[in-house]
């Protein structure tokens, strides 16, 4: 075993196995992460809300897709600040939606206590993999009406996220 897997591993052990991982790499086919500039192929974000309902959203103007995990120790923070009102400090005309994997890998209630109410939370791995997310958090500001990615990346905290979805200064 190498050193940095055994650190890896001492650190999931002793966090009870809630560190997130690059769990979807392996068992799945996931196309790469999104970059700046590229275009998703996405209008709406589709799955099943955590009371087991089918759900869509369609993805607005500016659409901040949040990839977050019940199970990580970051995510759970982040969803604290999201329930906090974390939407409304993002820079006006920013909608978000909330993925998470299905309930194959997320156990609705848990989910369902952590939503915050304000901000749609969708359960889907097929999201997951068309945006190639394989570790949470994660984070992509999409332009609704072309697809085209304005921002992709981790986030640790609410004023992280915050930077990654501020527009850029024009001088």
Partial sequence: MTAAL????????????VLAVDRLRDRRRISAAPTVGSIVSSTAVVGTGPDGRPLAVELAARTLIVFLSS?????????????????????????????????????????R???????????????????????????????????????ADTAPDGDAVIRLVQPPNRV
């Fill in 6 to 17: 055994l650190v890896v591993t001492a650190c999931t052990i002793a966090l009870g196995g």
């Fill in 113 to 151: 206590d952590l939503a915050p109410r304000r901000v749609p939370v969708v359960m889907s791995t097929p999201t997951w993999r068309r945006f190639g997310v394989t570790a949470a958090p994660f984070f992509v500001l999409v332009e609704g009406g072309s697809g085209r990615v304005l921002a």
């Fill in 71 to 111: 199970s990580c120790v970051t995510c759970r923070a982040l969803w604290a600040e999201f329930r906090a009102d974390l939407a409304r400090r993002l820079p006006p005309g920013t909608e978000v939606v909330i993925v998470t994997e299905d309930q194959d890998d997320e156990r609705p209630a848990v989910v």
